[in-house]
């Protein structure tokens, strides 16, 4: 057992501020620099893992029911029963409902989420369990860096304004979409944004993002109303990964994305067709493992 902290920081035209620090005790491993993400099959919904090269570990959203335990049991050692961050997306039931399992059976650090209100059960019973078990709770803002040391940072791109307790017209509009960057590889994690979002991110906030990135995390599990090309332009990444359920209700991902992403030369891994997929990245170049 050893000791990391990452920390809060903003992104450069802002101060550099630590706005807060957290300690996570975590088992060591000999993870040799590397950083390890796994996109889970997880059916309709998304469920993403990524451990640094210290060892933190955080979780991204936990799909629609408890296969989202299995997952993390499959990638998890046994004895290992502690993830440091989950971070909410967005209270669907898609991407909520496996956390709330999450939280009940491992002991988490802290929670990132965008505050955001929305009326299901599901989200009443996540901040029942939040405020039982005394897990803090950051809400996520624009601009800031959670700093998980080694050259990796997760860096917010939205929400760009404060959603706490407040309901947007479209709950994608208060997405916590953030940058996941490990020295000079990088991963865009768009949730269930949309396009609307993705314009506002281009136009209001391009001088301070940076969007290219190596893989991109499709928006809204590769609806019609995300991935626009002008985003793809702006992203142009050398993988996409869509998380889908097979043969889900919805029909995603849709065609006309799958034809998008072929037409900008974007190598395409789907859950629902392709299983889980793994990336490792030494710092330089994301690969598929
Ligand atoms: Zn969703
Ligand atoms: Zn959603």
């Given at each position: 057992m050893k000791k990391k902290n990452f920390k809060w920081c903003f992104l450069g035209g802002l101060s550099v501020l630590a706005i807060f620090i957290w300690y996570g005790v975590f088992q060591v491993e000999a993870r040799r620099g590397l950083l390890t993400v796994d996109f889970f099959d997880v059916g309709q919904?998304?469920?993403?893992?990524?451990?640094?090269?210290?060892?933190?570990?955080?979780?991204i959203d936990g799909g629609?029911?408890?296969?989202?335990?299995?997952?993390?049991?499959?990638?998890?050692?046994?004895?290992?029963?502690?993830?440091d961050v989950l971070i909410l997306t967005h209270p669907h039931a898609d991407h909520i409902d496996g956390l709330l399992e999450v939280l009940k059976r491992y002991d988490i650090g802290m929670v990132l989420e965008s505050?955001?209100?929305?009326?299901?059960?599901?989200?009443?019973?996540?901040?029942?369990?939040?405020?039982?078990?005394?897990?803090?709770?950051?809400?996520?803002?624009?601009?800031?860096?959670?700093?998980?040391?080694?050259?990796?940072?997760?860096?917010?791109?939205?929400?760009?304004?404060?959603?706490?307790?407040?309901?947007?017209?479209?709950?994608?509009?208060?997405?916590?979409?953030?940058r996941l960057v490990y020295a000079s590889s990088s991963i865009l994690m768009m949730g269930d944004a949309e396009k609307s979002l993705?314009?506002?991110l281009l136009?209001?906030?391009s001088?301070?993002?940076?969007?290219?990135?190596?893989?991109?995390?499709?928006g809204h599990h590769g609806s019609k109303t995300s991935s626009s090309e002008e985003f793809l332009r702006a992203v142009s990444p050398q993988f996409a990964v869509i998380s889908a359920g097979r043969k889900n209700r919805y029909g995603h991902p849709h065609q006309e994305v799958i034809d998008r992403l072929?037409?900008?030369?974007?190598?395409?891994f789907r859950t629902d067709l392709d299983g889980?997929?793994?990336?490792?990245?030494?710092?330089?170049?994301?690969r598929r493992k």
């Amino acid at each position: 057992m050893k000791k990391k902290n990452f920390k809060w920081c903003f992104l450069g035209g802002l101060s550099v501020l630590a706005i807060f620090i957290w300690y996570g005790v975590f088992q060591v491993e000999a993870r040799r620099g590397l950083l390890t993400v796994d996109f889970f099959d997880v059916g309709q919904g998304d469920g993403i893992f990524f451990q640094t090269p210290s060892g933190n570990q955080v979780l991204i959203d936990g799909g629609p029911d408890s296969a989202i335990l299995s997952k993390l049991g499959e990638t998890l050692p046994f004895w290992d029963r502690s993830i440091d961050v989950l971070i909410l997306t967005h209270p669907h039931a898609d991407h909520i409902d496996g956390l709330l399992e999450v939280l009940k059976r491992y002991d988490i650090g802290m929670v990132l989420e965008s505050g955001v209100n929305h009326s299901i059960p599901e989200y009443n019973e996540w901040h029942q369990l939040l405020q039982s078990k005394n897990i803090p709770v950051h809400i996520a803002r624009f601009g800031e860096i959670i700093d998980f040391g080694d050259g990796v940072h997760f860096d917010v791109y939205s929400p760009q304004e404060s959603f706490f307790g407040s309901s947007p017209k479209n709950i994608h509009d208060a997405m916590v979409v953030g940058r996941l960057v490990y020295a000079s590889s990088s991963i865009l994690m768009m949730g269930d944004a949309e396009k609307s979002l993705e314009y506002q991110l281009l136009w209001k906030k391009s001088g301070f993002l940076i969007f290219k990135s190596d893989i991109l995390k499709a928006g809204h599990h590769g609806s019609k109303t995300s991935s626009s090309e002008e985003f793809l332009r702006a992203v142009s990444p050398q993988f996409a990964v869509i998380s889908a359920g097979r043969k889900n209700r919805y029909g995603h991902p849709h065609q006309e994305v799958i034809d998008r992403l072929n037409s900008f030369g974007i190598k395409v891994f789907r859950t629902d067709l392709d299983g889980g997929a793994r990336f490792i990245s030494d710092g330089n170049i994301l690969r598929r493992k």
